[in-house]
């Protein structure tokens, strides 16, 4: 009897173990929550342009601008980038400067097309034609590096532009415009370095404009004379004592005058500040034909001709 007690219990303990194992237990409530929106500070959105020039606009949003102060740039600023596949760019006479590559870029054109226009015409500048005020809206857009002066003194007026280009080139810019007495420009005066950097060569002239009307050799000069054409170029030689060679050796300056006038020798004289004045075949004795077989391609201080021993004193 007692051994049967002391069993139940076991028995006891067996049974509910077995029921333990048999019946899975049960799952515990899930509670589904509803969807809440999620607060977000910043969205983008892709907006296609139906413009002809394909544009993409990207915007960010997040608290507005402060219109009580200065409206800067920040991360947490709202702002719109354009993105085009063509720039549209001030013209020439806008009095908004442009921005520094573009005015990089349109200096080297200029150095290199002299403006698309044809001397006595510089840069733009057209003797004769040009106003004052259309001079300085010419080179407004340029304000940031360039400086114009006026001088009103005495019967005419001249202006002295002086641009320094932010190219990589160690450019400096000069040029001298005398107006009438109703502010349009009667001559164009282009110093050495501007001469220069124009590309105004003698063969680059005889290239563009033919052959001159007179060349002149005063000493330690060479002048091309281009009196129907209205262009006078002054460029410094050097002359050999021994073999009376002379060679280029470098510019001097560039002018150019309005069509109205017809300059003569004596015009030439007093612009160049010299005395006298003798003709190729004067100091030469050759066809005018050898210098422009000289400077036929461009050598530089290797463009050369043959000088008479007595050319000069």
Not at 99 to 118: K, S, V, W
Not at 199 to 215: E, I, M, Q, R
Not at 281 to 308: P, S
């Amino acid at each position: 009897m007692k051994k049967f007690i002391f069993r139940c219990p076991i028995l006891a303990l067996l049974l509910v173990a077995c029921q333990l194992r048999q019946a899975p237990p049960s799952p515990l409530p899930i509670t589904w929550l509803s969807p809440t929106p999620i607060r977000t500070h910043l969205s983008f959105s892709l907006t296609p342009s139906l413009s002809p020039t394909p544009t993409q606009t990207f915007t960010s949003t997040n608290k507005p601008y402060d219109t009580t102060r200065p409206q800067t740039p920040t991360k947490t600023a709202s702002r719109t980038i354009t993105l085009s596949s063509t720039t549209s760019l001030s013209p020439a006479t806008s009095n908004t400067p442009w921005p520094d590559e573009y005015i990089a870029q349109r200096y080297m054109e200029l150095f290199e097309t002299n403006g698309n226009c044809r001397l006595p015409c510089w840069w733009g500048v057209e003797p004769g034609k040009t106003t004052k005020d259309e001079a300085r809206q010419l080179f407004a857009p340029f304000k940031q590096y360039d400086r114009i002066l006026f001088d009103e003194t005495g019967g005419s007026s001249y202006a002295t532009l002086i641009m320094s280009p932010p190219v990589p080139r160690d450019y400096t810019i000069m040029a001298r415009l005398e107006f009438d007495s109703n502010g349009i420009v009667q001559t164009i005066d282009l110093d050495a370095e501007t001469f220069m950097y124009c590309g105004f060569s003698p063969t680059k002239l005889l290239a563009d404009y033919g052959n001159p009307d007179k060349v002149l050799l005063p000493p330690g000069l060479l002048v091309m004379f281009y009196e129907k054409q209205h262009i006078l170029a002054e460029y410094a030689i050097t002359q050999d004592k021994d073999t009376h060679q002379a060679c280029f050796s470098a510019f001097n300056s560039l002018f150019t005058w309005t069509p109205s006038e017809n300059w003569t020798l004596q015009d030439v004289q007093r612009e160049l500040h010299i005395s006298s004045l003798k003709e190729w075949e004067e100091v030469t004795d050759q066809r005018i034909d050898v210098f422009y077989e000289a400077f036929e391609t461009w050598k530089g201080t290797k463009n050369c001709f043959q000088l008479l021993p007595d050319a000069w004193p």
